[in-house]
């Protein structure tokens, strides 16, 4: 079992910036893959970013150059750093942690922050 808590939501203005923080507990957090995807009103939640196990990273176009994940396996963390940042990046922002063992899935979710982008 893998408890997931994500922290650094909050208000930004158009072209700011915000990090998102993603606490992982109970497992051997070096062995997951952790995402963050985001869920705006009205939409499907869509994977923002995701970095391996082995730390390769891969983004969609809709925030590759502004947004960078990373993990300090140290720290059992990953961050989102999220620069110029656009209203339409308005969502709920959850971090996903995942890793298979075999045939099975062991998959966890956050329970979400909320970032705002407006002025």
């Known amino acids: 079992q893998v408890q997931v808590v994500e922290s650094g939501g909050g208000l930004a203005q158009p072209g700011g910036s915000l990090r998102l923080s993603c606490l992982a507990s109970g497992s051997i957090f070096r062995d997951y893959a952790m995402g963050w995807y985001r869920q705006a009103p009205g939409k499907q939640r869509e994977l923002v970013a995701v970095?391996?196990?082995?730390?390769?990273?891969n983004y969609p176009e809709s925030v590759k150059g502004r947004f960078t994940i990373s993990r300090d396996n140290a720290k059992n963390t990953v961050y989102l750093q999220m620069n110029s940042l656009k209203p339409e990046d308005t969502a709920v922002y959850y971090c996903?942690?995942?890793?298979?063992?075999?045939?099975?899935?062991?998959?966890?979710w956050g329970q979400g922050t909320q970032v705002t982008v407006s002025s």
């Open positions: 996903n942690a995942e890793k298979y063992s075999g045939p099975l899935l062991y998959n966890y």
């Open positions: 970095i391996t196990s082995g730390s390769s990273t």
